[in-house]
């Protein structure tokens, strides 16, 4: 599957911002998705996952009842909703596909990644 990641972008402290995430390729219902971000000088590091359904979902405490993960398996597509944006949130974000049978949040476990699109969040 190949994935392509959209809708960074600059927005000030406290604004909203929605990723998509395009899948090509068939199958994509048949993998768990999730989101990782990279600020400059750190480790890639888990965001939020979602399940192939898209009844089960986890979230890094980091973000938790601010962002939402959700998919759209008709569309192929992946997405995040951010809402409350600090500046710590500055990153550039990558959606990934993993073919793990639950959920996971360890880089290692996805196999597929996008191109990454960068967040900046000014304060």
């Known amino acids: 599957v190949q994935l392509q990641a959209s809708g960074g972008g600059l927005v000030q402290a406290g604004g909203s911002l929605r990723l998509s995430c395009a899948a090509s390729?068939?199958?994509?219902?048949?993998?768990?998705m999730g989101w990782f971000r990279q600020a400059p000088g750190k480790e890639r590091e888990f965001v939020a996952a979602?399940?192939?359904?898209?009844?089960?979902?986890v979230y890094a405490d980091s973000v938790k009842g601010r962002f939402t993960v959700s998919r759209d398996n008709a569309k192929n597509t992946l997405y995040l909703q951010m809402n409350s944006l600090k500046p710590e949130d500055t990153a550039v974000y990558y959606c990934?596909?993993?073919?793990?049978?639950?959920?996971?949040?360890?880089?290692?476990?996805?196999?597929?990644w996008g191109q990454g699109t960068l967040v900046t969040v000014s304060s």
């Open positions: 390729g068939r199958s994509f219902s048949t993998y768990v």
């Open positions: 990934a596909a993993s073919t793990a049978q639950r959920i996971v949040v360890m880089v290692y476990m996805y196999t597929y």
């Open positions: 979602i399940s192939w359904s898209g009844d089960n979902t």
